[in-house]
């Protein structure tokens, strides 16, 4: 029965580290849009929990992949600051594609929160597959 137990600890630390990889993930990325999610989230803005939700998946397919590949927890925490950069490279696209995003968003514009998540995603999904090695 023991043996079933044995991969708890490793379980734990690379989760707990995952959900302050998270964390800070979502610090940036608030801080970096100019309107507030969470605002307009609790608001009922779709186009806000949209392009969140796409950036927030979009950061995460790539942690679970540096998770399941990573050698060790130095390696995950590396991986998961790529994740973060590669994340920010997405905000970016995204901006520099839409003109006007973040106004379009705080508006609720449905359209420009699916671009913007959707970039997002797309972002992650490309980055979660490099990181299988």
Known sequence: MMDYL??????????????????????IYTALTPHKEVELIRGGNLAAVTAFLGALLGFSLPLA?????????????IWAIIGILAQILAFFIANF??????????NGDIAAGIWGGGIALAVGILNAACMTY
């Open 65 to 77: 992949s540096a998770a399941a590949n990573s050698v060790s927890v130095f390696d995950y925490v």
């Open 6 to 27: 044995a991969g708890i600890p490793a379980f734990l630390g690379y989760f707990a580290i995952g959900m302050i990889a998270f964390a800070v993930f979502t610090g």
């Open 97 to 106: 594609t839409m003109q006007r995003l973040h106004e379009k968003i705080t």
